[in-house]
């Protein structure tokens, strides 16, 4: 396993797009988050009274930032078998379980270190940007502390999220082997269930389909506010993200033993 993780680890290093892929996350991430922060604070409403939880708020840049998750993680699989570079990795270390969790770890480290700077960059962003326009503790719109339950859930659930992203990203690209399609395949299961979801007139039908999105249920550990209201808990909706990326890595590592290189 330790020659595995060292040559994945030598891969990924060495290639160029994993800098810029780990710069464009804590980018974006932070980017779109504090332009959803601008926006918001102009919103017009009594003291208290505005929908918003501040601190989902605050990392709602994590909508954009998992593209890049999701790009990156399928091109350390699907790039290997675009370059024929699976066969010299083969060759080397025949054992394919062990090269499979070797990539995954080094591909998730790289995911969870580039999205911590993420969530504190925007978590910084929005305590400043929402505050100077009106969210204070005066207004109805208390900051938590930074060691409260709440925080800690927001900011290491929205880590632990694109982290579990990256895996299930990972196991569609290994089952098939293709990069446009691992990705749409992975965007779509992302985007089209909450799309649906929006479309359906019966409301206990909607709640049925967000329960099972893996976006909506995995981004629910943000909520702070109105848990109630949820379609899912925060951590049973991390845990269904949990069981979706499982399930994607089990079925890309029995394909992967099974199929020829």
Known sequence: MRRSLHAEWTKLRTVSTTAWSALALVMLTVASSAATDSVTSTANCPPGQCP????????????????VVVIFAVLAMSGEYGSRMIQTTLAAMPRRGAVLVAKALVVTATILAADELGVLGSMAAGRWILSGNGFTAAAGYPWPSPLAESTL???????????????????????????????AAVLALLYVLPIVAATVPSAELRETIQRFSPMTAGLAIQATRNLDDLPIRPWAGLSLLAVYAG?????GAILFKLRDA
């Open 52 to 67: 918003q939880d501040t601190m989902a708020l605050s990392l709602s840049g994590v909508y954009v930032g998992q593209n």
């Open 153 to 183: 859930r927001t900011a290491l659930g929205t880590v632990v999220y694109c982290g579990l992203l990256a895996l299930l990203a990972l196991g569609v690209a290994t089952a098939v082997r293709d990069t446009a399609i691992a990705i």
């Open 247 to 251: 399930a994607a890595m089990l079925l």
